[in-house]
């Protein structure tokens, strides 16, 4: 998404320039015409959040999505946004839903183009609850009774301090967890799907999962984390090789699907990116 590049105040500086470019400008910089612009398309990934001096909101991803392609909706994926500041701590990720929500409401008054922005929605649920993460489910639902998807529960962890790991600060085996598989089964009783997003060494996780929960759809983020930074560095060729093999075995999971983006973090290791991204 293009949305990363202004996850931080941080901007890009061209190779022939001194002064750093703004995240606009940077962008601005190279035009792909769309391949094609009447296909209708579902942006699968994308975040929502309002921040000091770091804003993306309705009239910033309009802008991004309205480039040429035929965007007709997006889907929003949870990244610690507007969460509740008083009531019961498991609840506070409730807000987010309510928030992202309203803005849903605004797209689909049609006030602001064909584009749906955040037609579906996918939320934080602890699910380290156990069952009793059936109480934020419900609540999620109806906070967004027409949109809510799904939850994601980011699980990357890497013991070298190297590796920045998730937001949710899980533990080396959450997705092995028992208290965590027990909260995962409750998204089956509400057709709610998965948002996989752990690092490449993890990865074997998340087929043991699908296998153990096969009528509950799996998607898995960020193209399955790969690494390269840290104690991964100048290893492409041995991580790629991991990758490949882990990822053809996650393949033979009917329940598992796979969303194509989030590879030019830092943590990727390619120096793709030119403003530092965080990975949400």
Known sequence: MRDANRLTGEHAVASDQKQPLSPDAWLAQVVEEPIEPALPVVDPHHHLWDHPNNRYMLDEILRDTGTGDRVIATVFVECLSMYRADGPEPL?????????????????????????????????????LGAAGEEVLQAHIAAAPARFRGIRHAG???????????????????YQSAPFREGFAKLKDFNLSFEAWQYHPQMWQVTDLARAFPDTTIILNHFGGPLGIGPYKSQGEDIFRQWKDDLTELARCSNVVVKLGGINMPINGSSWHCCRVHSR
């Open 156 to 174: 990357g962890f890497d013991p070298d301090p190297a590796i920045r790991n998730s937001h949710t600060h899980p533990t080396a085996d959450l």
């Open 92 to 128: 506070k990720p409730v807000g987010e839903t309510e928030f992202v929500n309203g803005i849903a409401a605004q797209s689909a008054s049609g006030r602001y183009g064909e584009t749906r922005i955040a037609a579906g929605i996918v939320s934080f649920v602890d699910l380290t």
